[in-house]
């Protein structure tokens, strides 16, 4: 089956720590993207990446990291310096001028 | 500046009746694109239609259909004999040349038996 994966669905963390989500695709796109979508809220773009080894930052970067090393991964760090991580995180990934397509979602929670 | 506006943020149909979700999108790009996504409660995205700007006919899929009027900068969605599973939040987005995705707010689209 061809489509994008994330892990874990929920998720929780204490305050202070780091926690890395999971990001995969089978369909072969170049570009891969992550999205907050708060309560009532349409979607925000964290950071996207076009190609391996690079990625750039979005509207809402600040307190996360990313990284690219293979073509089918995509995992996000939300870091301690988030002041509010709580949210739906939304991964999903493209050919270059195509249209998205959406993972399930992670869905984290600080305790 | 891009912006895209979804005015209704919440509709509630009885079944069988048709509704038609507002977007107005804001862009100075010549070529962009314009997208409808469903939103159901699992959370999950899905996509239901791109359109580019260079293409105004309107777009008809079983019981969906989109008219884009650039005149207006609308690109609007109606559903046609509306159904139970309907119900979800549909956004629309924008992608022009910075190639980032625009989204509305989303409207949230309740279908009552």
């Known amino acids: 089956d061809g489509g994008i994966t994330q892990s874990p669905k929920y998720l929780f963390r204490k305050e202070g720590q780091n926690v890395t989500l999971s990001c995969e695709q089978n369909l072969n796109h170049d570009a891969m993207y992550w999205y907050r979508q708060d309560p009532g809220q349409g979607l925000r773009l964290i950071y996207y990446s076009q190609i391996v080894n690079d990625f750039q930052k979005g509207d809402i970067a600040e307190g996360y990291s990313v990284s690219r090393e293979k073509k089918e991964s995509f995992p996000l760090t939300v870091t301690s310096a988030q002041k509010n991580p709580t949210a739906f995180y939304l991964c999903a990934s493209s050919l270059i001028y195509n249209e998205q397509f959406f993972g399930p979602g992670t869905r984290l929670t600080v305790l | 500046a891009q912006k895209v506006t979804q005015a209704q943020t919440e509709i509630s149909v009885v079944e069988k009746e048709d509704v038609t979700l507002d977007c107005v999108y804001e862009?100075?790009?010549?070529?962009?694109?314009l997208f409808w996504y469903k939103q159901p409660p699992s959370g999950e995205l899905v996509f239901l239609i791109r359109?580019?700007?260079?293409?105004?006919q309107n777009e008809i899929s079983g019981r969906y259909s989109w008219n884009f009027q650039k005149s207006t900068s609308s690109f609007n969605f109606t559903i046609t004999a509306s159904q139970v599973v309907d119900s979800a939040v549909y956004f629309c987005?924008?992608?022009?040349?910075?190639?980032?995705?625009?989204f509305g707010q989303g409207t949230t689209l309740q279908v009552k038996p």
């Open positions: 987005a924008l992608k022009g040349n910075t190639g980032k995705l625009i």
């Open positions: 862009t100075r790009d010549t070529t962009y694109y």
């Open positions: 359109r580019n700007s260079f293409d105004e």
